[in-house]
């Protein structure tokens, strides 16, 4: 479903629309080398390009096309934090502390 409405009827036009909550990982990227840039799936031609935060750079649920202004909501997220953080669980390398005994005088 392509959308050929004029880019300029688009502008901001949602930006007062309530967020919509969607799975980040169902959604079409904006080409094949990107993993976290997507297609608006409202208008069509704008772009979500998933905003991370500025201290912790950590991924945000929120996010906006750069388009239309829509706001989503990811319901994912903590899967596509999980799998940046590269969530390895039970893979510590457990600190075996070697105990000589104490040598005898
Ligand atoms: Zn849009």
Redesign the pocket.
């Known amino acids: 479903m392509t959308n050929q409405e004029d880019p300029n009827k688009?502008l901001m036009c949602?930006r007062y629309k309530p967020a919509i909550r969607v799975v980040h990982a169902a959604l079409q990227r904006t080409d094949e080398h990107t993993y976290y840039k997507s297609v608006?799936?409202?208008?069509?031609?704008?772009?979500?390009l998933f905003a991370r935060d500025q201290k912790t750079f950590d991924l945000l649920p929120d996010d906006r096309?750069?388009?239309?202004?829509?706001h989503f909501v990811y319901t994912d997220i903590d899967r596509l934090r999980a799998a940046e953080k590269g969530d390895q669980d039970g893979d510590q390398t457990s600190r075996t502390v070697d105990q000589t005994a104490p040598v005898d005088s």
Do not use: E
């Open positions: 688009l949602n608006c799936p409202v208008c069509g031609q704008g772009t979500l096309c750069v388009l239309c202004a829509q």
